[in-house]
């Protein structure tokens, strides 16, 4: 084992951690949107996203996304113990990165996209029903879509190309959490007589908090996806801050001629969509691109939190499908218009644009028709919603037994 070995495992291991993180700022994030009467649910359903992702992951997940392909589908190998197994994709690291770590920095991904669907469905949401959801996100929906695009699957060899996940994490968790929101229901009072009632967040500081700390972990996200320690590496770190940045700046001050106040929860998710759009070209658009990227998904942030809200009456108390839906779709568009070798602002590739396209459709359709059907069929059989008194008087008393502040 050479230096490059040691360092690029202690890397992306360091970038693991990173991502790990994240999980900590979707729950700050999502119970500071919610409210007090639902905190313990909202933290516990993010804390288990993660245990049951890493386990389900191993035993069923990690084969699905990168075990032997059948027919650019999924894969079929490396189930239940995938570190013994013979992968292809173990000889593809070509001995520069441990198998070890390069599993835990997967696990971390795919934790991420299952958690991104609590923030849509929270406050209603049967708790039991939602480890189903995650168990089924972790071992099927999100392993396939990693497959198509990073697994040696039939996008990746058509020359689809999403380097950080604005498709393959983002678009995933953004999708499964409109299925789920849809199927759920909005929440009681967030609708009269087809008007949006405005229902406030208990703690803004602690969604704050939740913002700053989920961009800490985009360092891990963005350049930890180079899986080595690099001069790509070091080059994601600044596009990725000069988008976050530029994404909260427009944001503040769209909203603020908008809605003539400066708003610190939009001006927060401006800059979290940003950092999700920017994650497939990341390492390809110049600075000049990862700031349009920012600049436009600060501006489309609000208008599709305000079109899921007013127009289509899905009710999603963190924002979540307009973070990382709408801006999941703009990040593999966006890198197809500005990637430097291959994007069509650059004199290249109308055709790498519509295979974009094509993978912005494909990913859409699997995940909406495969999640509806997921929480269809939970619906029919155990459920998937509280009850109104349950709801009223909160998940934290009825699901839980205990109170996030005790008075």
Same mark, same amino acid.
């Given at each position: 084992m050479g230096n490059n070995y040691l360092f690029n495992s202690l890397f992306v291991l360091l970038a693991s951690v990173l991502v790990f993180m994240m999980q900590m700022g979707f729950a700050c994030c999502e119970s500071g949107f919610s409210r007090a009467k639902n905190a313990c649910n909202i933290w516990l359903k993010n804390f288990c996203d993660f245990c049951v992702g890493a386990f389900v992951y191993y035993l069923i997940g990690f084969g699905i996304m990168y075990g032997d392909d059948f027919h650019g589908l999924f894969g079929t190998t490396g189930f239940i113990n995938p570190l013994a197994q013979n992968?292809?994709?173990?000889?593809?690291?070509?001995?520069?990165?441990s198998p070890q770590i390069y599993l835990l920095f997967q696990t971390m991904f795919c934790a991420t996209a299952a958690t991104i669907i609590s923030g849509a469905v929270a406050e209603r949401f049967k708790f039991s029903s939602y480890l189903i959801v995650s168990t089924i996100m972790s071992g099927i929906i999100y392993p396939v879509i990693g497959h198509w695009v990073w697994g040696g699957g039939w996008l990746s060899s058509l020359g689809f190309s999403d380097f950080a996940g604005s498709g393959a994490v983002h678009m995933v968790g953004g999708f499964a959490a409109l299925a789920g929101a849809f199927m759920v229901?909005?929440?009681?009072?967030?609708?009269?007589?087809?008007?949006s009632q405005v229902i406030p967040g208990h703690n803004i500081p602690m969604a704050m908090l939740g913002g700053f700390i989920l961009w800490v972990g985009w360092y891990g996200f963005n350049p930890g996806s180079e899986l080595a320690f690099d001069e790509v590496t070091l080059y994601t770190t600044i596009t990725t801050?000069?988008? =976050?940045?530029?994404?909260?700046?427009?944001?503040l001050f769209f909203t603020w001629i908008r809605y003539k106040k400066p708003d610190p929860? +939009?001006?927060?998710? =401006?800059? +979290?969509?940003?950092l999700v759009a920017v994650c497939t070209g990341v390492a390809e658009i110049s600075l000049l691109g990862a700031t349009a990227i920012g600049i436009i998904s600060g501006i489309m942030l609000p208008l599709s939190v305000e079109f899921v809200d007013k127009v289509l009456h899905i009710d999603d108390p963190a924002g979540a499908i307009s973070?990382?839906?709408?801006?999941?779709?703009l990040g593999v568009i966006e890198g197809g218009l500005l990637s430097t070798s291959k994007g069509l602002f650059y004199g290249f590739g109308i055709h790498h644009l519509l295979l974009q396209l094509l993978g912005v459709i494909s990913i859409g359709a699997f995940v909406l028709l495969s999640t509806f059907l997921m929480f269809y069929i939970l619906k029919r059989t155990v459920g998937i919603r509280v009850s109104n008194d349950e709801e009223i008087d909160g998940l934290d008393k009825h699901e839980?037994?205990?109170?996030?502040y005790v008075m």
């Open positions: 992968l292809s994709v173990w000889k593809g690291l070509g001995g520069s990165l229901g909005p929440r009681i009072g967030k609708y009269i007589n087809g008007k801050t000069f988008a =976050g940045s530029t994404g909260g700046l427009s944001a929860t +939009l001006a927060l998710n =401006g800059a +979290l969509g940003a973070l990382h839906g709408t801006n999941g779709i839980h037994a205990m109170l996030a």
